[in-house]
């Protein structure tokens, strides 16, 4: 069975940088892998932020951007919100039926 | 205006099968790259996928769930059923479906549309 890994949790000061990662079981990360990024906040239904590795929706807060990273898929926040403070969740594609989550990374903005 | 609604019961008992529909507007699940999808989050834990079914009617299980899982389509109605047999206490969760899009002009494949989700409760 395949599994997506994420930190567990990061925390960040608000205007600060963070990067959250997003790597495979099976190997390095690859555009391949469709990399997708949703925020969740408490109570709320998860948000796309990011498709295809880089690439933002049209609501997409531009401070948020996806790349390729040391092998893993990644999402960097630059100049935090305290408004920004969720959970952060990746999916991976490996084809066909085999679709995967990572298992979530809380956000704290303090 | 992308829109998806889920619908059905809220609680079902162990052993029973689960049927939840998920209602969209927006767009046609005839459309090339079109699909629509379905995922769970038991409570305060992460997401998980369960199943999609595309433009093309292919339809694509996690393994982990496929033998109790199917999913289906009612074009005409713009809707996509699931069905969850032998229902447990740890299905517990709420259920999500979400548009998943293949644009293959441009190589990406997106899940940018959900719909609120519908929780559901089993009890033993």
């Known amino acids: 069975q395949t599994v997506v890994t994420q930190e567990p949790s990061l925390t960040v000061s608000p205007g600060g940088t963070v990067t959250l990662t997003c790597a495979s079981s099976?190997?390095?990360?690859?555009?391949?892998?469709?990399p997708n990024w949703f925020q969740q906040k408490p109570g709320q239904t998860p948000r796309a932020l990011i498709y295809?590795?880089?690439n933002k929706h049209s609501w997409t807060p531009a401070r948020f951007s996806g790349s390729l990273l040391g092998g893993k898929a990644a999402l960097t926040l630059s100049g935090v919100q305290p408004e920004d403070e969720a959970d952060y969740y990746c999916?991976?594609?490996?084809?066909?039926?085999?679709?995967?989550f990572g298992g979530g990374t809380k956000l704290t903005v303090l | 205006q992308v829109t998806l609604r889920e619908s059905g019961p809220a609680l079902v008992k162990a052993t029973q099968t689960l049927r939840l529909t998920c209602t969209f507007s927006?767009?046609?699940?005839?459309?090339?790259?079109?699909?629509v999808s379905w995922i769970r989050q038991p409570p305060g834990k992460a997401l998980e996928w369960l199943a999609y079914?595309?433009?093309?009617?292919?339809?694509y299980y996690s393994t982990s769930l496929e033998t109790r899982l199917t999913i289906s389509r009612d074009t005409s109605k713009n809707q996509v059923v699931l069905t969850m047999t032998n229902m447990d206490p740890v299905d517990t969760a709420t259920y999500y479906c979400?548009?998943?899009?293949?644009?293959?002009?441009?190589?990406?494949?997106?899940?940018?549309?959900w719909g609120q989700g519908t929780p559901v409760t089993v009890s033993s």
């Open positions: 979400a548009r998943r899009r293949v644009d293959g002009r441009r190589g990406v494949i997106m899940v940018d549309f």
């Open positions: 927006g767009f046609s699940l005839s459309t090339s790259g079109m699909c």
């Open positions: 079914i595309d433009w093309d009617e292919d339809k």
């Open positions: 099976t190997g390095a990360v690859t555009s391949g892998y469709y």
């Open positions: 295809s590795t880089n």
């Open positions: 999916l991976l594609y490996f084809g066909g039926a085999s679709v995967v």
